[in-house]
């Protein structure tokens, strides 16, 4: 009976509040080695297998599968009942500048984010856990790589990842057999490599969660859970169940056929055949209960359901609940003796909050015109990137920036969409008719964009706190966000326009619109890009960081965070992979310590 | 991230964004995710079923109206020997679908939309003293060219050419997502594969890209 109500809830060794990359990994090392796990969901059950539109072109949806309010990334994308504004669960932004917003993403859904995500999986390098021991900016992390990369190792593994080790700096390579084969380039990558090279900068192989072949159910189980044959055997089962990508349909819609990482189809089938694990989702989490000694008893819920106020106990407690969702649950678990919310006696809950550094140019490629026509779908997202190469410059202090970014690019004869043929009016002089029907033939296919993905550095500016008024349509009282960009990474946003443009160039293109020299207006807001960690993060020092790190609060020692709420920087790289390694190796912590009788 | 997301991100924050034009006490419970009074399709509706337009949300065109949309759909995407014209395969009626669907951006488009209808056929009885749909080709092509390239419009003209490369947006956009705009680019993608192989040869050597290495 793994979906459980709040009439069915037993007894558990740990509670996960949460079910995407951080709750599902977590539920996931804690169940594969006996801890009885409840994990508690905000949002509906989702099965990927069942709801996936896989085939369905724009055609078939409404407004032709338009972004709206309702769906921010259009019809078809995974995410249910989320966006940057949930109807009933309101936040409040402290300003009205556009500079000092914050869009605060949520997926009230199984599996939450992971669902749509764009399985971008890149590791943190060695110098990403020690960044102020390198420029004096920011907070060094409580570990090293080499202490995480053997969770890297076991999370691409269990998830698989394409990739391939190129050795390059602060870029780690992974283990043998880690990695699965990447896919062919496609010809705007060959090309965009060829023109990036000429300027200096490297293109290799994209890391992306993507099955480019089945798993490897003989070998990889036994390196995954040594000396576990129960595991092994579950695991080995269900990576026979995950097929490989088809080369058809956007990732972002979810995967029917398994072949990407979602939490829903990877983390929590196998999780739920160990019988260990328990499901109660509806359940949107209100406080961390504590017991007589000031330790976490549990949690008290909602049941959206019903309305109805519940509990459920355990003695652990993990919050994987998106690092703003775990912020908020934090803030509001008040008490006589924890007056300013849970864990905070630091003062750093909720501070420290980052997202990443975003900034696009988008290019026509006369090259890449009137191409004969083949399949270009793909992987769909990028076969390639280039993984950031200045540190050099960066360190002799050439750049006017102290932290680096990798570029996600693409193109091709895409699927046609609502924006195929549209907005052409710079190449076309506003055509219309049979010329503009053979202008729209020639263009297809012909254009290329470029995202940087770079660092933001921690700073006092931007956090959130609780809105003393508003609350959302449970009475939970609602997140307040404060954000701030400084200079470390507006000067590095208009570093991306002019590198993107220049890109561009060396393919003999024409850049489409103007190159932004304002980073205020280069860079993208706050939240946008959707990789927002810190919040609660690990360090050294009680008196200055929510964690230690192992995730493990410094107040109450059976209460441990492991989303990117404990994030102490945000390197360049996406966060989900390093979100997943971290959990796991939490988790580990977690039943070492329950095998010690120290929870 | 593939491209329709990314392009769905950037509308994604575009409307964002516009919320913050809403007065500030009404933001501070935002939440609400289409206009007051109004149905969207919900944050949760049957992703795996086909939709047609009419069937969420009243339409708009009467008669008359539909028969301008369709003159003007068939003056961007005229039929030729690839593919037929754009009021043949439903374009009218997405547009439709558009201007009366209850989200803020539609709702926007709807005005400029109904607003330019009217204009045309003002401006057609103004030049011709006929309805829009009974002009030549030629007479047409005489409006459509005053107002087909904004940054080029005689101020007089300026509303009506943002009306144009709207309406030429709406239309493309709803012609290449039919399966007779699938077909007229030669998009052959959308099916399972067993391998994927890259581009082939030809496609390399026209870019110049013969001698690159197949990794």
Redesign the interface.
């Known amino acids: 009976m793994p979906f459980v109500t709040p009439a069915t809830l037993r007894d558990y060794d740990v509670i996960v509040v949460g079910s995407g990359a951080a709750g599902g990994q977590t539920a996931y090392t804690l169940s594969m080695s006996g801890a009885r796990v409840l994990m508690l969901e905000a949002g509906r059950n989702y099965v990927p297998e069942h709801e996936t539109p896989m085939f369905q072109t724009r055609g078939e949806a409404p407004l032709r599968g338009a972004s709206t309010p309702d769906k921010p990334f259009g019809f078809h994308d995974a995410t249910v009942d989320g966006g940057w504004q949930v109807p009933g669960e309101p936040y409040v932004n402290a300003t009205q500048e556009d500079s000092g917003r914050f869009d605060w993403w949520r997926a009230r859904m199984l599996g939450g984010r992971t669902n749509h995500w764009g399985r971008y999986s890149f590791r943190n390098g060695p110098y990403d856990f020690k960044p102020r021991s390198r420029d004096g900016l920011g907070f060094d992390w409580p570990l090293t790589y080499e202490e995480l990369a053997p969770y890297y190792d076991k999370v691409e593994m269990l998830i698989g990842v394409y990739g391939a080790n190129d050795g390059l700096e602060n870029t780690p390579n992974s283990s043998p057999g880690c990695l699965l084969p990447p896919p062919r380039p496609r010809v705007s990558d060959l090309l965009i490599a060829q023109r990036a090279k000429k300027v200096g900068i490297p293109v290799v192989a994209g890391h992306r969660a993507v099955l480019t072949q089945p798993l490897d159910y003989a070998n990889l189980p036994a390196r995954l859970h040594p000396g576990n044959l129960d595991a092994q055997r579950i695991i080995a089962e269900h990576m026979r169940t995950r097929a490989a990508c088809f080369w058809a349909t956007p990732c972002g819609r979810g995967c029917s056929i398994r072949a990407t990482y979602q939490s829903t189809t990877v983390h929590l089938p196998p999780a739920l055949a160990t019988d260990r694990l328990d499901i109660l989702v509806n359940a949107m989490v209100r406080e961390v209960t504590l017991d007589k000694h000031g330790l976490a008893s549990g949690v008290s819920y909602i049941d959206k359901l019903t309305g109805r106020p519940g509990r459920a106990a355990a003695r652990a407690v993990v919050l994987a609940a998106s690092a703003c969702e775990t912020v908020r649950i934090l803030l509001n678990s008040k008490s006589s003796r924890f007056a300013d919310g849970l864990a905070n006696s630091s003062g750093k809950v909720g501070r420290y909050l980052m997202d990443t550094v975003g900034s696009s140019v988008d290019g026509q490629i006369p090259l890449l015109e009137s191409l004969p026509p083949h399949n270009e779908d793909g992987a769909s997202g990028g076969h390639m990137y280039a993984p950031w190469w200045l540190y050099g410059e960066q360190l002799a202090g050439k750049l006017g920036f102290p932290r680096g970014y990798h570029i996600e690019f693409g193109g091709g004869r895409n699927m046609p969409s609502l924006s195929t043929g549209a907005g052409i009016e710079w190449l076309t002089g506003g055509s219309y008719g049979r010329r503009f029907k053979e202008e729209v033939r020639r263009y297809y296919g012909s254009f290329v964009y470029f995202d940087g993905r770079g660092e933001m550095i921690p700073n006092e500016h931007s956090y959130c706190e609780i809105d003393p008024d508003v609350k959302d349509r449970w009475g939970i009282p609602a997140l307040r966000f404060h954000w701030k960009w400084s200079e470390h990474e507006t000067r590095q946003a208009t570093h991306m326009q002019r590198t993107f443009a220049q890109i561009i160039e060396a393919m003999g293109g024409r850049v489409k619109g103007p190159i932004l020299t304002d980073g205020a207006r280069a860079i993208a807001p706050g939240g946008s890009i959707i990789h927002e960690v810190g919040g609660a993060i690990m360090g050294a020092d009680p008196g200055q960081s929510v964690t230690n790190r192992w995730g493990q609060t410094w107040d109450v020692r059976n209460l441990f965070i492991t989303d990117g709420a404990v994030f102490a920087s945000n390197a360049d790289k996406n966060p989900t992979l390093t979100i997943m390694a971290l959990a796991w190796r939490a988790a580990d912590h977690i039943l070492d310590r329950m095998k010690r009788r120290e929870l | 991230?593939?491209?329709?997301?990314?392009?769905?991100?950037?509308?994604?924050?575009q409307?964002?964004?516009a919320?913050?034009a809403v007065p500030?006490l009404q933001?501070?419970?935002?939440?609400?995710?289409?206009a007051p009074g109004t149905r969207?399709?919900?944050?949760?509706?049957d992703?795996?079923?086909?939709?047609l337009p009419g069937e969420?949300w009243p339409l708009t065109l009467t008669p008359a109206l539909r028969s301008t949309a369709a003159a003007l759909c068939d003056?961007?995407?005229?039929a030729?020997s690839?593919?037929p014209s754009a009021s043949t395969v439903g374009v009218v009626d997405?547009i439709d679908?558009?201007i009366s669907?209850p989200?803020?951006?539609?709702q926007a488009d709807r005005k400029t939309i109904l607003w330019g209808l009217a204009w045309l056929d003002a401006e057609s009885q103004r030049r011709y003293q006929s309805s829009f749909t009974g002009l030549t080709q030629a007479q047409k092509?005489a409006i459509?060219d005053d107002i087909?390239?904004?940054?080029?419009a005689k101020p007089q003209f300026a509303d009506a050419a943002t009306f144009f490369?709207i309406y030429?947006?709406l239309t493309?956009?709803?012609?290449?997502?039919?399966?007779a705009?699938?077909r007229?680019?030669?998009?052959?993608?959308?099916?399972?594969?067993?391998?994927?192989?890259?581009?082939?040869p030809?496609?390399?050597r026209?870019?110049?890209?013969d001698e690159?290495p197949?990794?």
């Open positions: 991230m593939d491209e329709p997301l990314r392009v769905d991100r950037r509308t994604a924050i409307w964002v964004l919320a913050s500030w933001r501070r419970a935002s939440g609400a995710a289409a969207g399709y919900g944050t949760d509706p992703l795996n079923r086909s939709y969420l003056v961007v995407i005229p030729d690839e593919s997405f679908e558009w669907a989200y803020d951006a539609q092509t459509c087909c390239y904004l940054p080029e490369a030429r947006d493309a956009g709803g012609f290449y997502t039919t399966p705009g699938i007229d680019l030669k998009y052959v993608g959308n099916v399972p594969l067993t391998s994927f192989d890259g581009p082939p030809e496609v390399l026209k870019v110049g890209l690159a197949r990794t």
